[in-house]
C-alpha cells in the first residue's frame, strides 16, 4: 500500500517542491487560521483539510523522521482534530 501512495502522491509531491519554498507553510497558516476563525460551517472543512495535508506529509515522510519529530507531527494533528471537535460542540 505505502508503494502506491508514494507513486500517486509523486505528481503532486513534484509540483509542489517545484514552488516557492514558503507555500506550504502558507497553506497550512491560511488552513488554519480560517479554520479556527471561520463559522463551523466553513471552518470544519478547513481543518480536517489541514489534518489530512499534515497526515499526507506525515505518512510519506515517516520513515526518514525520527523521535521528537513524530511526535510533533502527531501532535500537530491531534491538536488539529482537537480544534475539529472544539468547532462542533461550540
Known sequence: MRGEVERTSAGVLVWLHSRPKFLVPLLSVVLLLGGLFAPPGIGVPLL???AAFVGWLTYL??????GVQRLLRL???GLV????????SG
Open 75 to 77: 501532535s500537530t494533528i
Open 81 to 88: 482534530l482537537a480544534a475539529v471537535a472544539g468547532k462542533l
Open 61 to 66: 515522510s515517516w520513515p526518514v523522521i525520527v
Open 48 to 50: 480536517l483539510l489541514l
